[in-house]
């Protein structure tokens, strides 16, 4: 941990991955807010309020999202336009609230070295640099 957190500096000097490491809060980020972040945007896609995003509710959520990325909090489980097929694991059309959660959690867990839930401002940006080298 001590040679990835050593080389985080170098990474942060990538004009690319710098202007993204500036979209996010410049804080520790708790795994409870990721998972707030996550059904706040869930239930704005949610329209009817079955417990299910479709592809017409995505596509809706979409038509109305800001076009600028988002920063702050909302950066942490960014909405792209490729959300749904990523989201929707098992490909039966529609996405449920545990399929949303999966991919913003597994980041976070990756990106939580020492696993105790918080994702300090320097294992953030140990995992967006490992992520921009890995072209994630």
């Known amino acids: 941990m001590k040679l990835l957190l050593a080389l985080a500096p170098a990474f942060l000097a990538v004009p690319a991955f710098a202007q993204t490491a500036q979209q996010f809060p410049d804080r520790p980020i708790a795994r409870a807010e990721v998972i707030a972040v996550v059904k706040r945007q869930f239930a704005a896609m949610d329209r009817n309020r079955d417990g299910v995003v479709t592809q017409p509710e995505f596509a809706a959520f979409r038509a109305h999202q800001s ?10 489980a960014h909405i792209s ?24 959690l597994q980041l976070f867990d990756l990106a939580d070295i020492d696993r105790d839930g918080v994702v300090s401002v320097k294992e953030r940006q140990v995992a967006m640099a490992l992520m921009s080298l890995t072209g994630q």
């Open 67 to 76: 076009p600028a990325p988002p920063t702050g909090v909302e950066a942490i």
């Open 81 to 104: 336009g490729r959300w749904f097929e990523r989201a929707d694991a098992d490909g039966d059309g529609r996405v449920t609230l545990d399929e949303a959660l999966a991919r913003p």
